[in-house]
C-alpha cells in the first residue's frame, strides 16, 4: 500500500506542472462560506459585520497524515449608501495543502460589492447585487521526498536514480487572480427568504504551470447557486439550497435542504438545523457519478451560528478503506450595533 501510494504522489506532482491546473476549493456548507462563493454576497447580512471560518478535511483514512486540509477565514461588512442601497467590502484568506509533496495554495483577496434594491420596504424587499474581488495566490510543491514511477526498482521499491520526469523548477510561485458576481434577492420578512447567484472564478485565467517554460492556465470557474428560507409554521422552517460548478471539463452539482427548528422565542435567537445533501459529479472518460452524501448540522445561539457536516462517500472510493469521506466545522460571527436603515436579507 505504501509502495502504491508513493507512486501516485509521484504522478501527482508531475501531473501538477501538466494537466492538474486547478485546485480550487469547496466547501460542503458552502452556505456557511459566503465569499468563497460569490463576491457579490460581500455584505449580504442582517447585521454590519459578519467574520467566518470555515475547516475541511478529505480522506484522512486512505491518506492518513497526507489528506486534504483546507481552511478559510473572512472578514466582511455593509455600508449604507443613500436610503436604501448600501456597500459591501471585505477580505478572505484560504489554504489547501495535500499529500506528502505539500501540494498546496494560500489566497488572499479582497471583496466589494454594491447592493441596489429594486423595490418594496424594509421588511420586504428585493435587491439586485453585483460584486468583485482582486487577489494574490502562492502556488507551492515540496518535492524533497518526491519518489517517481522511473525510479520503481521492480521488487516493491525505489532506487535513487533519474528524478523527475519533468522539468520542474519553480517550485514556489505567485499569481493574480480575478473574481466577479451577481445575486439577487428577495426578502418577504425574517423567516422567508429567497435568492439566486452567479459567479464566475479566475476572469484572468492565470497561468499556474510548475515549469520554467511553457503555460499552463487556469480555467474559468462558473458557479450558479440559490437557496433560501421557508416558513412551515412558527418553529420550523425548510432551508434548501443548491450549487453547481462548472470549470472546463469538471462539473459538481451540490442539492439538498435543512430543517431550521426555532428554541425559544424570536427574541432569542436561538435555532437548530439539521439536514441532507447529495453531490454529483462528472468522472473521468465522460459520464455524471454519485460521489457523496452529506449530513450537516447548525446551531445558532444569538450572533454565532456553528455548523457540522460529514461526507459520507458513495463512489468507488469508498473501496479505498472501510469509512471514507470528510468533515468540515465552520463558525459564524455576527456583530450587528445600530441598524437604522437595514433591510433583512438572506440568513447564510
Excluded at 449580504?44 to 475547516?55: E, P
Amino acid at each position: 500500500m505504501n509502495t502504491f501510494k508513493n507512486v501516485i504522489i509521484g504522478l501527482f506532482a508531475m501531473l501538477a506542472s501538466t494537466v492538474m491546473i486547478g485546485q480550487d476549493i469547496h466547501f460542503s456548507q458552502f452556505y456557511m462560506s459566503p465569499l468563497n462563493l460569490n463576491p457579490a454576497l460581500t455584505g449580504v447580512m442582517n447585521c454590519n459585520t459578519r467574520v467566518v471560518a470555515n475547516y475541511r478535511n478529505q480522506w484522512s483514512q486512505v491518506l492518513q497524515g497526507d489528506a486534504y486540509n483546507t481552511y478559510s477565514v473572512s472578514y466582511d461588512q455593509k455600508i449604507a449608501v443613500g436610503r436604501s442601497d448600501y456597500f459591501g467590502v471585505g477580505g478572505s484568506f484560504w489554504g489547501d495543502r495535500a499529500g506528502e509533496l505539500s501540494f498546496g495554495t494560500t489566497q488572499g483577496r479582497l471583496s466589494f460589492s454594491y447592493a441596489k434594491k429594486m423595490g418594496g420596504y424594509r421588511k420586504k424587499a428585493h435587491y439586485l447585487v453585483f460584486g468583485a474581488d482582486a487577489g494574490v495566490t502562492q502556488r507551492r510543491v515540496d518535492l524533497t521526498g518526491a519518489q517517481w514511477p522511473s525510479q520503481h526498482d521492480g521488487n516493491g521499491g525505489f532506487s535513487a536514480g533519474s528524478g523527475s520526469p519533468v522539468l520542474i523548477n519553480d517550485t514556489d510561485f505567485l499569481h493574480g487572480d480575478l473574481s466577479a458576481g451577481v445575486v439577487f434577492f428577495s426578502t418577504l420578512d425574517d423567516r422567508n427568504s429567497y435568492y439566486v447567484g452567479l459567479a464566475l472564478h479566475h476572469l484572468n485565467q492565470p497561468n499556474v504551470t510548475f515549469q520554467d517554460q511553457g503555460t499552463d492556465n487556469l480555467t474559468s470557474r462558473l458557479t450558479l447557486h440559490g437557496g433560501g428560507e421557508f416558513e412551515l409554521n412558527k418553529d420550523i422552517s425548510l432551508v434548501p439550497g443548491f450549487v453547481y460548478l462548472s470549470q472546463g471539463e469538471h462539473k459538481q452539482l451540490n442539492l439538498g435542504t435543512s430543517f431550521r427548528f426555532a428554541l425559544g422565542p424570536k427574541s432569542a435567537k436561538q435555532s437548530w438545523q439539521i439536514g441532507t445533501w447529495f453531490r454529483l459529479g462528472t468522472q473521468e472518460g465522460g459520464g455524471i457519478h454519485s460521489d457523496a452524501i452529506i449530513f450537516s448540522t447548525r446551531f445558532d445561539y444569538g450572533n454565532y451560528g456553528i455548523g457540522f457536516s460529514y461526507d459520507a462517500t458513495v463512489s468507488d472510493l469508498r473501496q479505498a478503506a472501510s469509512a471514507t469521506g470528510a468533515f468540515e466545522f465552520s463558525l459564524v460571527y455576527l456583530i450587528c450595533g445600530p441598524e437604522k436603515r437595514s433591510v433583512y436579507c438572506p440568513r447564510f
